[in-house]
């Protein structure tokens, strides 16, 4: 059982484990190289996916973090910031765990929907004994992220150039076409023109369903 009282360890342990992990995606200069090309390619492309949709994941063993991958240690430290009292990243799974009010026996997997904007978490689903050791694996799912489709997703199957992928790319990020306009130096004229054309090449007719469109791209390599 994730302990919320044991003292918060100062630094973060990165171990090996089994290469049957479906969590095992973390930078490769985490720990030790146990993936042929062909997976280490394959977690590269699901690290991707899960990334662009504000997914993030993390592994617990023995109070300490195991295991993190890039977007779940962005989450993290966003909620670190945020607690000026939790100095670790585990500090930050516990403000986590604490918000969620639950418990999260040891070789369990648990999703956890989280806001550090509004301060909230709560676990969406839990499967009991899904490890065989001591692990805890939690999946953050970020409530603030903005899904993002691959660049070379929008352009294999809607054939965006190369200035229209990038303002779909800002406008799943939730910028408005002024910003956009002014930090890419463009006319007004210009953006709403490469923004007709997004229009056309999708099918969408408002900008809201067009960002609701390149959402659910996200989940695409």
Sequence with gaps: ???????????????GHSAESMFNISDSDTGPNIHSDA??????????????????????RRGRVVELSPAGRAILERESRANASQETLYGAVKELVHRAGARFP???TSWLATST???FT???????????????????????????????????????????TQLAIELARGNNLIDIARARRL??????????????????????????????????P
């Design 122 to 164: 709560a676990l969406v689903n839990q499967v009991a004994n899904a490890w065989s050791d001591e692990t805890i694996a939690l999946i953050l799912f970020d409530l603030d992220a903005h899904p993002e489709p691959s660049p070379r997703t929008l352009q294999r199957l809607f054939g965006f150039t190369t200035a229209e």
């Design 39 to 60: 997976n280490s390619h394959k977690h590269d492309g699901l690290r991707g996916v899960l990334a662009r949709i504000g997914c993030g994941q993390v592994l617990l």
């Design 106 to 108: 040891a070789g369990s």
């Design 117 to 119: 904007k509004e301060g």
């Design 187 to 220: 006319s007004r004229t210009t953006v709403r023109s490469q923004l007709a054309s997004l229009f056309v090449k999708t099918q969408t007719r408002r900008q809201a369903d067009l960002i609701a469109l390149l959402g659910r791209l996200a989940v695409l």
């Design 1 to 15: 059982m994730l302990n919320l009282n044991q003292a918060l360890p100062r630094t973060i342990a990165l171990q």
